[in-house]
């Protein structure tokens, strides 16, 4: 679906026409995409490019709102946005795509698309919208007008952004994440990105995904559509621990190749978890479901030796200790070991 919105005065007094494009749309697919990743060459391979063009292929329709906004001078896209929500909920969403074309820069272009997304979601009822940025980059000022708050940590020239619609964000995390909800076990799909990314930027482990490398605060959002590529293969499992009938994210599980995926390890999988402390007990069941998804003999696990519930979880699960890497995983404060994990 396509919808002109009302014309934007820019700060040079051009005007620029504002669409808005509810995915997927096949008039729109490519003019996007084009403007957003195919003129950068170190985004075209990304996995973040290619889940772009599935979005508005309509291949996560079924489960995936993704509403994108785009910025027109003389006909010509100048400016874009996005958020993406899951459809069965819309109660969180991740937002960003937020892309302005350097020949156009310093017009008011991004202010005006930046606001969109967030209008929109809040008067859907969402309760909570998260983007990533870098520190350095401008648009970071246009978020915090937004009422976007840093939160948990700014590394590497990198951060995590939040907006809670309504009251502050730990009486919204508390509520969120509460205790004793019932549970299901069901695959991971392209639904839970905003789910994923609430849950993996706690600021409760060490080693958060050892095969992807989100260690401590490293940023996690388009690292899901790493994991999503993983899984699509048929030899690996991901499976998602949500709440009933909200489906919150509580954890999720997950299987990877070897690295290199030589003949002579195709028998290996990695498994990567996180799951809350809240709900440590249900870890067990769902590194099961997802040792059951594989068709791997052998499989490794690296749990930080300071991640005492993931190792709770995986002693439970029939892991057993075969190493330790030393000081393995560090922060600008803290580091730990990395300890081995194996079950045949």
């Not at 789910?195 to 260690?215: C, H, M, Q, T, Y």
């Not at 599980?253 to 799951?275: C, I, K």
């Amino acid at each position: 679906m396509v919808e002109s919105l009302p014309d934007a005065r820019l700060k040079e007094g051009s005007t620029m026409q504002v669409t808005r494009i509810v995915a997927p749309d096949e008039q729109w697919a490519e003019r996007l995409v084009h403007f957003m990743y195919l003129r950068r060459s170190d985004y075209t391979n990304c996995n973040w490019h290619h889940n772009c063009v599935r979005v508005l292929a309509g291949e996560h329709q079924d489960v995936s709102h993704d509403v994108f906004f785009a910025g027109l001078l003389d006909g010509d896209i100048v400016g874009t946005s996005w958020y993406g929500a899951p459809k069965d909920t819309l109660d969180v969403a991740t937002y960003g795509r937020i892309i302005t074309h350097e020949d156009h820069r310093r017009k008011g272009i991004a202010t005006v698309l930046c606001a969109l997304p967030v209008d929109e979601f809040r008067g859907l009822g969402g309760r909570a919208i998260y983007l990533g940025t870098g520190r350095t980059n401008p648009a970071r000022f246009i978020y915090e007008r937004l009422g976007f708050q840093h939160y948990n940590y700014i590394q590497d020239a990198a951060t995590i952004m939040r907006l809670i619609f309504s009251g502050d964000a730990q009486a919204f995390e508390n509520d969120y994440y509460r205790p004793g909800c019932q549970t299901a076990l069901r695959p991971i799909h392209a639904g839970d990105l905003a789910r994923a990314e609430l849950l993996f930027n706690l600021p409760l482990w060490a080693v958060k995904d050892s095969s992807l490398g989100i260690i401590y605060n490293t940023p996690f959002e388009g690292a899901f559509f790493d994991i999503l590529t993983h899984i699509k293969q048929p030899t690996e499992s991901g499976i998602a621990l949500v709440t009933q009938p909200d489906e919150r994210m509580m954890g999720m599980a997950y299987t990877a190749a070897a690295p290199g995926a030589q003949t002579g390890q195709t028998h290996v999988r990695y498994l990567e978890f996180l799951v809350h402390p809240n709900y440590t007990e249900r870890g067990p069941d769902l590194l099961a479901a997802t040792e059951r998804g594989s068709g791997a003999e052998l499989f490794i696990a690296r749990i930080a030796a300071a991640d005492r519930d993931k190792l709770a979880i995986i002693e439970e699960a029939g892991y057993h200790q075969v190493g330790r890497l030393d000081k393995a995983a560090r922060s600008h404060d803290a580091e730990t070991d990395i300890l081995i994990y194996q079950k045949a």
